[in-house]
C-alpha cells in the first residue's frame, strides 16, 4: 500500500486566500508530481521535481507554485485562489532509478474556490 | 506532438463479460505502457503494465495486449465484476527519464 498522505481532503475557500496544499511520502522516492484532474476526467500534470531544491513545471501552465526542502514532502502553493482553481489536486510519487515507472498517488485534495 | 489516444470514453457491461479498453499511440520511442485503475475519491493506482518486447501480460482477470506495428495496446478484463466499475487510465512513456503521457480515461461501469 502507497504511503502518500495529502491535507486536506477537502477545503472550500473564498477568492483571494491563500492556499497551501500539503503532500508527503515515507517511500524515500526522488521523484514528486502534481497532476490537477477534475472528477472522473483527464490528469493533467502542473509541477514536478526530480529531488530537493529541483522543481519543474509541467505540460498544464499553472499559477500555483510548489517546493522541494525535504525529499519527503512537496507542497503545492497559490498565492490568490480564484474560481477557476476549482478541481481535485493529486500528488505522486516515484523512484529515480531506470526501469521503475510506478507512480504512486495519494487519495487527493478537492479545492472548491467561491 | 506526443499524444495517447484512448477509447471509448464510457463502457457499459454486464457482469460476467469482457471489458476491452483501447489505446494508440504515435510515438514509436515509447518504452512502458502502463494501465491505472482509479475509484471515485481516490487516487489512481497501477494495475498493470507492459514494455514493447512483449505481446502480452495478463495478470489475473486482467490482460494487456500490445501490438507493437500497430501503435496499439488494449486492456481485457475478463469475466468483469461490479467492482471494476471504475476509471481506467492507459499511459505511455518515452523513457525513464520522461514523463508518463496519460489518455484521456474511460469510464467503465459493470452492471450487475
Known amino acids: 500500500e502507497a504511503d502518500i498522505y495529502q491535507t486536506p481532503r477537502y477545503l472550500v475557500i473564498g477568492t483571494g486566500k491563500k492556499i497551501t496544499l500539503e503532500c508527503s511520502q515515507t517511500?524515500?522516492?526522488?521523484?514528486m508530481y502534481w497532476y490537477q484532474q477534475d472528477p472522473g476526467m483527464e490528469l493533467h500534470l502542473i509541477h514536478y521535481s526530480y529531488g530537493v531544491n529541483s522543481t519543474e513545471k509541467g505540460d498544464l501552465s499553472s499559477e500555483s507554485t510548489v517546493s522541494r526542502i525535504r525529499t519527503e514532502h512537496f507542497p503545492l502553493t497559490l498565492e490568490s485562489a480564484r474560481p477557476s482553481h476549482t478541481s481535485q489536486y493529486l500528488c505522486?510519487?516515484?523512484?529515480?532509478?531506470?526501469?521503475?515507472?510506478?507512480?504512486?498517488f495519494g487519495e487527493g485534495s478537492r479545492l472548491t474556490v467561491l | 506532438q506526443q499524444q495517447v489516444k484512448q477509447s471509448p470514453q464510457s463502457l457499459i457491461v454486464q457482469k460476467g463479460g469482457i471489458s476491452i479498453i483501447n489505446c494508440a499511440y504515435e510515438n514509436t520511442a515509447f518504452d512502458y505502457f502502463p494501465w491505472y485503475q482509479q475509484f471515485p475519491g481516490k487516487g489512481p493506482a497501477l494495475l498493470i503494465a507492459i514494455r514493447p518486447d512483449v505481446s502480452e501480460k495478463k495478470e489475473g482477470r486482467f490482460t494487456i495486449s500490445f501490438n507493437k506495428s500497430a501503435k496499439q495496446f488494449s486492456l481485457h478484463i475478463m469475466d468483469s465484476q461490479p467492482g471494476d466499475s471504475a476509471t481506467y487510465f492507459c499511459?505511455?512513456?518515452?523513457?525513464?527519464?520522461?514523463?508518463?503521457?496519460w489518455g484521456a480515461g474511460t469510464k467503465l461501469i459493470i452492471k450487475p
Open positions: 499511459a505511455a512513456r518515452p523513457d525513464s527519464n520522461y514523463q508518463l503521457i
Open positions: 517511500m524515500g522516492h526522488d521523484k
Open positions: 505522486a510519487s516515484s523512484e529515480l532509478r531506470a526501469g521503475s515507472g510506478e507512480l504512486f
